[in-house]
């Protein structure tokens, strides 16, 4: 698997696109468990007008996820800074600067559209970011990501915080001196860590951290992600500020969250992560509400 990573990272953007868009199409032609989720959670997001252009834009998404698939070895195994020079065109960045002038902390709500490695990479080249990290499950693949995300990071590790209490901490002493954090809003949280809330028209368990990491250090809120230009010719690192808190009630924020999310996927549905199973409930969760009706 090492040696495939490095073989993608060594092709230039366009051909690994090229061979991540069919590796991508292969697995959603060849896996109806998946291909039935993506289309069963397109299909509740009333995305598509009709059913055509729903399968339409199930095999594009195939093509989009194959090809996160296969950046990842650019993200993880070319220079930084390279990586970071992808981000080609900025859209609403001023705002991010006007933050920034004014001592502002920032939380970037980034979820798993588009280029997120990219996304993440470029934030880092930019700003002081403090990142949560989660070990991978499959032991071998976290050696892999962290070997590749080590690059940059600061020598002392200063700039991860484990996903834990003490992360946490972490994090908020970080913001509280006016750093700057990634969230990822769109992970299943565990028990006890989120709320059931409509994501497209449909209760999904979301967790509260965003909410409650910006109630303990009133650092602002910046929905961001990177588009995937056609032809390999990089990205646009599209960013959109909430201008008020929000509220302080959990499930509200965590709905609020859901929402500015919502509107980053309708720029770009083809590239949002449809296979993923958003609307699991995790163990030792409550039921959702009127679970029956899924």
Known sequence: ???????????????????GAFAGRLVYFLSPRYRLRVLENLRTAGIAADDLALAQLA??????????A?????????????VAGLVCELDGWETVERLRA???????????????????????????????????KLGWLDDIIREGRNRGAAPDGSNVAPATLAGVRLLL?????????????????????????????????????????????GAAIVFCFAERLAAG????????AREEP???DRAAAALAVNQGVEDLIR???????????????????????????W
């Open 59 to 68: 095999r594009e998404n195939a093509a989009e996820i194959g090809k996160g």
């Open 246 to 248: 929000l509220p302080r």
């Open 102 to 136: 004014q001592g502002r902390a920032i939380l970037f709500v980034t979820p798993h559209l588009g280029g997120y490695d990219i996304a993440g990479r470029y934030l880092w080249s930019r700003l002081p970011i403090l990142a949560m990290y989660r070990p991978h």
């Open 233 to 240: 010719r990089g990205f646009r690192l599209h960013v959109r």
């Open 267 to 293: 720029m770009a549905p083809a590239q949002y992560l449809w296979g993923y199973n958003r609307y699991k409930r995790p163990a030792g969760a409550p039921p959702a509400p009127g679970a029956l009706r």
């Open 1 to 19: 698997m090492r040696l495939l990573l490095r073989f993608l990272a060594w092709l230039d953007l366009p051909a690994n696109h090229r061979l």
């Open 70 to 82: 296969s950046e990842l070895a650019w993200a993880l195994f070319r220079p930084v800074e390279e």
């Open 173 to 217: 002493r970080h913001l509280r001196r006016a750093g700057c954090t990634v969230i990822l809003p769109d992970q299943v949280p565990g028990e006890g860590e989120g709320e059931w809330v409509d994501f497209f028209r449909r209760p999904a368990y979301t967790m509260t951290l965003t909410g409650r990491l910006q109630e303990a250090s």
